[in-house]
């Protein structure tokens, strides 16, 4: 029974540190195969299999929305992946509004007996589209939960080490954020004589601009939807290159929104184009939290009197 | 095929000898080289990044034959060019998705497709070459079921039927993602991004603080993935992690015993068995031996995504 002895030699510290480091050391594995992911989808996987595809998805935006996407394919698309988690939400409202005037039916019917000699109204309500029952649901509760989505591109910074170092994802425009576009204009803080700027899908990098001379650059080629991109700027001054944003800073992240939620959303401005309320609780559904709040901060100012609204822009604001 | 000695309990040393290491790496490059050039073709990929893929195909290969110096369990390679050949063809799925990732995702739901739909027949040819053609009987009885998997089906029997012959499913896949409007060729002409995936990611985390908060990812692991990472897991030397970190004071004895979920009293009677051998672990979880180096790789690179995000 010998447990180990303390090192208490600085330099054999350190060395047996550097072993710990490399022994311990993560080593990039291929993502999980196709037949791996199948297996998963049919449910066929022994339980280290599920256990290893599952704890990579984790860490794998790319390999959780393929599996998210054949989960749909082959009809089981209640695993969709929490980026769409407010559809799901959305269809709970639903059933659940459309359960209620199921139930209230059928209890007026019941009741009918009992309403002889008064006047009945056969007329039907119009029947409320999603969207409305979605800004009931917002209005009812006076909140918009934020979308889990945020969470995962609001990542802490790490502890300040050096109080000298300032760059700041804060200083990047879209950081942080759900965006439609798939050609998204990047922004960011004027700080040296050129720049280039790389976008990242995990480890790889998938856009670059080449050098440029404005602090601001149109992503090409168009991005996928559906995937969290990180960004980074290379500032180069002379004698000098720096990468914003540089630790401790939080990377600066964003998600496209994905075709599904895309198309609906477009849909949504065909039908209630001039909806603020609508369109503000589905952005913010979405985790757009700008256009959220632009929306429902318009539709409170045309309507004043419609004060649950305007703290709901508040609510969203403090995300 | 090549008659090399791939026994996986060649030590480290006898891998490096000239020349069984150089005719290994040239077999590796020719067998590479042609699932790369098939499997990439239309790709509009430069020259250099084919070269990369096949330059990493190799560097796999006899990472894998060194790895015998702490694995003695490693099952052994029996058909070498198809373990090659393989790995060039995961290479390639890695830089698909890399930069087609709608190329990717259309060739899950076709694979998809092919492998729960009776009208069709996959099958590998002669030359290793995945294909796939109208099943020869109509009565297919397994049939997809969302509808759309039913387009997807549809599209796929036209394109079969329009060739008039088995196809490759890569071809398969690229003809429906140019139907759908999917970019599937970009120029490459980058020194792509795969040699930065490959990087090691630990490079510059010799450090305690690095090391502190690579041991905080650890316990974030799933317990199976850690126990098959830290048992196992020595340095150079033979000297097991977890008396290192015991010894180097970043973690408690308490606190490893913690993370391995055990008491104190079994901690003090394992220091002396560690590093466990994998089929000894396997024996602790109710786990097969492979199913334990499987879980470590799992958890190595679940590390890597982290701790490179982290950085």
Same mark, same amino acid.
């Given at each position: 029974?010998?447990?180990?002895?303390?090192?208490?030699?600085?330099?054999?510290?350190?060395?047996?540190?550097a072993?710990?480091?490399?022994?311990?050391?993560?080593?990039?594995?291929?993502?999980?195969?196709?037949?791996?992911?199948?297996?998963?989808?049919?449910?066929?996987?022994?339980?280290?299999?599920?256990?290893?595809?599952?704890?990579?998805?984790?860490?794998?935006?790319?390999?959780?929305?393929?599996?998210?996407?054949?989960?749909?394919?082959?009809?089981?698309?209640?695993?969709?992946?929490?980026?769409?988690?407010?559809?799901?939400?959305?269809?709970a409202?639903?059933?659940?509004?459309?359960?209620?005037?199921?139930?209230?039916?059928r209890?007026?019917?019941?009741?009918?007996p009992?309403?002889?000699?008064?006047?009945?109204?056969?007329?039907?309500?119009?029947?409320p589209?999603e969207?409305?029952?979605?800004?009931?649901?917002?209005?009812?509760?006076?909140r918009?939960?934020?979308?889990?989505?945020?969470?995962?591109?609001r990542?802490?910074?790490?502890?300040?080490?050096?109080?000298g170092?300032?760059?700041?994802?804060?200083?990047?425009?879209?950081?942080?954020?759900?965006?439609?576009?798939?050609?998204?204009?990047?922004?960011?803080?004027?700080?040296?004589?050129?720049?280039?700027v790389?976008?990242?899908?995990?480890?790889?990098?998938?856009?670059?601009?080449?050098?440029?001379?404005?602090?601001?650059w149109?992503?090409?080629?168009?991005?996928?939807?559906?995937?969290?991109?990180?960004w980074?700027?290379?500032?180069?001054?002379?004698?000098?290159?720096?990468?914003?944003?540089?630790?401790?800073?939080?990377?600066?992240?964003?998600?496209?929104?994905d075709?599904?939620?895309?198309?609906?959303?477009?849909?949504?401005?065909?039908?209630?184009?001039?909806?603020?309320?609508?369109?503000?609780?589905?952005?913010?559904?979405?985790?757009?939290?700008?256009a959220?709040?632009?929306?429902?901060?318009?539709?409170?100012?045309?309507?004043?009197?419609?004060?649950?609204v305007?703290?709901?822009?508040?609510?969203?604001?403090?995300? | 095929?090549?008659?090399?000695?791939?026994?996986m309990?060649?030590?480290?040393?006898?891998?490096?000898?000239?020349?069984t290491?150089?005719?290994?790496?040239? *077999?590796?490059? +020719?067998? %590479? @080289?042609? =699932? &790369? $050039?098939?499997?990439? /073709?239309?790709?509009?990929v430069?020259?250099?990044? *084919?070269?990369? +893929?096949? %330059? @990493?195909? =190799? &560097? $796999?290969?006899l990472? /894998?034959?060194?790895?015998?110096?702490?694995?003695?369990?490693?099952?052994?390679?029996?058909?070498?060019?198809?373990?090659?050949?393989?790995?060039?063809?995961?290479?390639?799925?890695?830089?698909?998705?890399?930069?087609?990732?709608?190329?990717?995702?259309?060739?899950?739901?076709?694979?998809?497709?092919?492998?729960?739909?009776?009208?069709?027949?996959?099958?590998?040819?002669?030359?290793?070459?995945?294909?796939?053609?109208?099943?020869?009987?109509?009565?297919?009885?397994?049939?997809?079921?969302?509808?759309?998997?039913?387009?997807?089906?549809?599209?796929?029997?036209?394109?079969?039927g329009?060739?008039?012959?088995?196809?490759?499913?890569d071809?398969?896949?690229?003809?429906?993602?140019?139907?759908s409007?999917?970019?599937?060729?970009?120029?490459?002409?980058?020194?792509m991004?795969?040699?930065?995936?490959?990087?090691?990611?630990?490079a510059?985390?010799?450090?305690?603080?690095?090391?502190?908060?690579?041991?905080?990812?650890?316990?974030?692991?799933?317990?199976?993935?850690?126990?098959?990472?830290?048992?196992?897991?020595?340095?150079e030397?033979?000297?097991?992690?977890?008396?290192?970190?015991?010894?180097?004071?970043?973690?408690?004895?308490?606190?490893l015993?913690?993370?391995?979920?055990?008491?104190?009293?079994?901690m003090?009677?394992?220091?002396?068995?560690?590093?466990?051998?994998?089929?000894?672990?396997?024996?602790?979880?109710?786990?097969?031996?492979?199913?334990?180096?499987?879980?470590?790789?799992?958890?190595?690179?679940?590390?890597?995504?982290?701790t490179?995000?982290?950085?």
């Open positions: 029974m010998s447990k180990p002895e303390i090192i208490d030699d600085p330099s054999k510290r350190d060395e047996a540190i072993a710990l480091a490399r022994a311990l050391a993560g080593e990039l594995d291929e993502h999980p195969s196709y037949a791996m992911l199948e297996q998963v989808v049919d449910r066929t996987a022994d339980d280290v299999t599920d256990e290893i595809v599952r704890s990579h998805l984790e860490v794998c935006p790319q390999c959780a929305e393929e599996l998210r996407d054949l989960m749909e394919l082959a009809g089981h698309a209640h695993t969709r992946a929490a980026t769409a988690g407010w559809l799901a939400i959305a269809a409202i639903i059933i659940a509004v459309l359960a209620g005037g199921w139930w209230m039916t209890a007026g019917r019941a009741a009918a009992h309403s002889i000699g008064k006047a009945v109204t056969t007329t039907l309500a119009p029947t589209d969207f409305s029952l979605l800004v009931e649901s917002a209005l009812r509760t006076g918009i939960e934020k979308p889990g989505i945020l969470r995962e591109l990542l802490p910074a790490d502890v300040l080490r050096d109080p170092a300032t760059s700041s994802s804060s200083a990047m425009t879209p950081s942080g954020v759900v965006i439609e576009s798939v050609t998204p204009m990047l922004l960011w803080k004027a700080a040296g004589e050129r720049y280039v790389s976008i990242f899908d995990g480890r790889r990098r998938v856009a670059h601009s080449g050098v440029l001379s404005a602090n601001q149109t992503v090409s080629p168009p991005l996928a939807r559906g995937r969290t991109y990180g980074q700027v290379e500032v180069r001054r002379s004698g000098s290159v720096d990468i914003m944003p540089a630790p401790p800073a939080a990377p600066a992240l964003f998600h496209v929104l075709e599904g939620s895309a198309s609906l959303l477009a849909g949504a401005r065909r039908r209630h184009r001039d909806d603020h309320l609508i369109l503000g609780v589905l952005y913010a559904r979405m985790g757009m939290q700008d959220a709040v632009d929306e429902l901060r318009t539709y409170a100012a045309q309507h004043p009197q419609a004060r649950n305007a703290a709901l822009a508040d609510s969203v604001a403090r995300w | 095929m090549i008659p090399v000695p791939l026994d309990a060649n030590s480290r040393e006898r891998c490096d000898e000239l020349p290491a150089d005719v290994l790496a040239e *077999r590796a490059l +020719l067998v %590479a @080289e042609d =699932v &790369v $050039r098939r499997r990439c /073709r239309g790709w509009n430069a020259p250099h990044v *084919r070269d990369d +893929l096949c %330059a @990493e195909v =190799v &560097v $796999r290969l990472g /894998r034959l060194r790895q015998s110096d702490g694995e003695a369990q490693l099952a052994p390679i029996h058909r070498i060019d198809s373990y090659i050949a393989t790995v060039a063809s995961r290479l390639v799925d890695d830089l698909a998705r890399a930069v087609f990732p709608e190329w990717t995702r259309i060739k899950h739901r076709v694979l998809y497709l092919l492998n729960h739909d009776d009208r069709f027949r996959v099958f590998v040819d002669d030359a290793g070459r995945t294909r796939c053609e109208p099943a020869s009987t109509m009565a297919a009885r397994r049939r997809v079921r969302t509808r759309a998997t039913q387009a997807l089906a549809d599209s796929v029997l036209e394109l079969l329009e060739a008039g012959r088995a196809l490759e499913v071809d398969v896949v690229s003809a429906i993602a140019r139907r409007g999917a970019v599937v060729t970009v120029n490459l002409s980058e020194p991004e795969l040699a930065r995936t490959f990087d090691d990611p630990f510059a985390m010799q450090s305690a603080e690095a090391v502190r908060r690579l041991w905080s990812e650890i316990e974030e692991l799933p317990q199976r993935q850690r126990l098959a990472l830290l048992l196992n897991a020595r340095d030397g033979g000297e097991s992690v977890l008396r290192l970190l015991a010894a180097t004071k970043l973690a408690s004895a308490g606190r015993a913690a993370a391995l979920g055990i008491g104190e009293d079994e003090n009677a394992l220091w002396d068995e560690l590093p466990l051998a994998d089929d000894v672990i396997a024996a602790r979880l109710g786990l097969t031996r492979q199913q334990v180096i499987n879980l470590r790789k799992a958890a190595r690179d679940r590390l890597a995504r982290r490179s995000r982290r950085r």
